[in-house]
């Protein structure tokens, strides 16, 4: 089993609608989630991370992490454009800080 | 405003060749990972490590070495490179479990001929 899984895409919404995607993660002692973006050609960057469960919002983008599930979502309000990039799920172990990423879903906003 | 600094970003090498990979970053950090990039497979962890002169496997450690004789200084090393290694290669530096502090180089592309 992968350490973590994303929800296959790609995926494609309309300009204002609401993306949503999916991260399951195998280790049920992991404590640290992130989201980050990735356009083409270029290294990953932050977006979101979350050491709670429940919701955390920062602007358009809100993070769910629900440890019993072992699921972390990210939720991308009203999309616009320039969401449309690979967005991937992390997860850090708690007993050796090995970062472990999913495979990416790539997200198409269409104007 | 740089952190972290892959000094080769474009190379191509002949199959067979020794190839080495360097990675500094410039925040004291302990934690650094090397991962590679392919279509469709997200980031994939080669090695990490967590200190100097340390260092783990990750999924994917075949074919890959590294070296951390400095605290700053993490490098990748492919023994005898071989087509199923062009790929993109990206760096990243951590402090402890804070996910929120991770700084990525700007990726080595490496295409093996």
């Known amino acids: 089993q992968k350490e973590v899984e994303q929800n296959s895409g790609p995926l494609s919404v309309p300009e204002g609608a609401i993306a949503s995607l999916n991260c399951t993660y195998s280790?049920?002692?992991?404590?640290?989630f992130f989201w980050y973006r990735q356009y083409s050609g270029k290294s990953p960057e932050l977006i979101m991370f979350?050491?709670?469960?429940g919701d955390k919002e920062d602007g358009r983008f809100t993070a769910q992490l629900n440890k019993a599930s072992q699921y972390v979502s990210l939720l991308i309000r009203d999309s616009q454009p320039s969401d449309s990039a690979t967005y991937l799920c992390?997860?850090?172990?708690?007993?050796?800080?090995?970062?472990?990423f999913g495979a990416g879903t790539t997200v198409t906003v269409r104007a | 405003d740089v952190k972290v600094t892959q000094s080769s970003r474009y190379l191509v090498k002949r199959t067979g060749e020794k190839v080495f990979l360097e990675c500094v970053q410039d925040?004291?950090?302990?934690?650094m990972f090397w991962y590679r990039q392919d279509p469709g497979l997200g980031l994939r962890l080669i090695y990490f490590?967590?200190?100097?002169?340390?260092?783990e496997k990750g999924d994917i450690p075949e074919g890959y070495s590294v070296s951390r004789e400095k605290k700053e200084r993490f490098s990748l090393i492919l023994e005898s490179a071989s087509t199923n290694q062009t790929s993109m290669y990206l760096c990243?530096?951590?402090?402890?479990?804070?996910?929120?502090?991770?700084?990525f180089g700007e990726g080595s592309w490496l295409t093996v001929v």
């Open positions: 925040m004291d950090h302990e934690n």
């Open positions: 992390a997860v850090i172990s708690p007993n050796d800080y090995k970062l472990s």
């Open positions: 490590s967590y200190d100097v002169k340390m260092k």
């Open positions: 979350i050491y709670s469960n």
């Open positions: 990243a530096s951590t402090q402890g479990s804070s996910g929120n502090t991770i700084y």
């Open positions: 280790d049920r002692g992991s404590q640290s």
